[in-house]
């Protein structure tokens, strides 16, 4: 794969699952790391220090606020100033909510769209400067099986993952002649708190109980019957920013059971 030695990451919505085992990652592979996501300040610290006991990096914490772009500009600015640079944004800030789109609210679409949409467009925009300047970077954004295929009662999340497919597409032909890439992906469900969260408001939308959802809702979209792991996610991360992929540019990376092959 390659070190990571002498990197910097930042990894938004990285204080537990998919993102966490991201900065997880990048750490064993050497990189400094940006964290940034919601819980309490006590979680937060104790993941922020075992990064930098388990891997001998360095890992700094921002509270950035992904619905606020100035606080976004303001999490890159901090690893540039903390590590001198930010060598590999990835944007996996992201929230679910449930419900038939007649009742959906209309804050949660504003909401849903800022956090799994728009923040990464603030986020790219603020690092790809840097990037330039150095020569190198690599953007990596978490999109969804959801970026491919839609779910009922999803509306603002398949929307903001379809958006992200786009956006990676453009961003890509932007700096491709940089030697910075930008890729997103696509897992399907991984079993993180985002989706065991989700399952109350499956069993209500569609009056099943919380068996049916893991296995005739969740699993049942994907042939192998099996969740995918943040870990598993986390290593093809790793591998995007092997000098290994500094041709993969501009795709969607599926990660999902063989979910979009149906």
Known sequence: MGSLSGKNAVVTGSTSGIGLAYA?????????????????PEDIEKER?????????????????MT????????????????GSVDILVNNAGIQFVSP?????????????????SSAFHAIR?????????GWGRIINTASAHSLVASPFKSAYVSAKHGIAGLTKTVALEVATHKITCNCISPGYVWTPLVEKQIPDTMKARGLTREQVINDVLLDAQPTKEFVTSEQVAAL??????????????????????WTAE
Do not use: H
């Not at 990189?31 to 919601?38: C, L, Q, R």
């Not at 990064?51 to 890992?59: L, P």
């Not at 789109?101 to 949409?117: G, M, Y």
């Open 101 to 117: 789109i007649e009742e959906f609210p209309i804050e949660k679409w504003d909401q849903i769209i800022a956090i799994n949409l």
């Open 49 to 65: 220090a075992k990064i930098e006991s388990d891997f001998k990096v360095k890992a700094i914490y921002s509270p950035a606020d």
């Open 68 to 83: 606020k772009p100035a606080e976004i500009a303001g999490m890159i600015a901090l690893g540039e100033k903390t590590f």
């Open 24 to 40: 997880r990652a990048f750490a064993a592979a050497g990189a400094n790391v940006v964290i940034n996501g919601f819980g309490s």
């Open 237 to 258: 991360a790793l591998f995007l920013c092997s000098d290994d992929a500094a041709q993969i540019t501009g795709t969607n990376l599926s990660i999902d059971g063989g």
């Open 126 to 134: 603020a690092a790809v400067p840097g990037m330039k300047k150095k």
